[in-house]
T-cell receptor, first 112, second 118 residues
């Protein structure tokens, strides 16, 4: 058990509404990541963090923002959700010694 | 930027047979990690095997082994004695090893859907 949880696990919302997904870890890892998974695209990096208040963009960051005010929590926010953001979102933490990423169980977001 | 290519969108094999999933990558880096992740219908991402680029010996984990060809930038996964529980999406992934710059990100291929036929 890598000690990583995501919430909510499922959410249905309407276009234009704000949405925040939360990733919580209990392992005190420095690196945390948000990916989205879509058919035909695999997993694509949205944003990542390498410490408290240290974040950077991934390859599909438009329309998303993140915050990390404490080590254990990494929040992903969609300020104004669009239908193209319907996806499954995965949070991950990285084991620094091995490079291995441990993933949360995913959050399925549907934007109507 | 690094890219990872999995050219087999779907594969199927009879139970107990051996199957090989292909993966190629493009990078100018010399120090990196390569991974295979499995995603069963439960959606959970599970690490199958990991390879460090500086190690010439191919990684093995029980029935899973890799053929790592650094010069060819190839990283294939072999599953021996396949089992029904191996049915899943398999993702190849690349990570540059760069402790100093906080720039270590995992780049995934598009995946191969593997079905084990009873």
């Amino acid at each position: 058990d890598a000690g990583i949880t995501q919430s909510p696990r499922h959410k249905v919302t309407e276009t234009g509404t704000p949405v925040t997904l939360r990733c919580h870890q209990t392992e005190n890892h420095r690196y945390m990541y948000w990916y989205r998974q879509d058919p035909g695209h695999g997993l694509r990096l949205i944003h990542y963090s390498y410490g408290v208040k240290d974040t950077d963009k991934g390859e599909v960051s438009d329309g998303y923002s993140v915050s990390r005010s404490k080590t254990e929590d990494f929040l992903l926010t969609l300020e104004s959700a669009t239908s193209s953001q319907t996806s499954v979102y995965f949070c991950a933490i990285r084991e620094e010694n091995t490079g291995e990423l441990f993933f949360g169980e995913g959050s399925r977001l549907t934007v109507l | 930027a690094q890219t990872v290519t999995q050219s087999q969108p779907e594969m199927s094999v009879q139970e107990a047979e051996t199957v090989t999933l292909s993966c190629t990558y493009d990078t100018s880096e010399n120090n990196y990690y390569l991974f295979w992740y499995k995603q069963p219908p439960s959606r959970q991402m599970i690490l199958v095997i990991r390879q460090e680029a500086y190690k010439q010996q191919n990684a093995t984990e029980n029935r899973f082994s890799v053929n790592f060809q650094k010069a060819a930038k190839s990283f294939s996964l072999k599953i021996s004695d396949s089992q029904l529980g191996d049915t899943a999406m398999y993702f190849c992934a690349f990570m540059k090893h760069d402790h100093d710059f906080g720039n270590e990100k995992l780049t995934f291929g598009t995946g191969t859907r593997l079905t084990i036929i009873p």
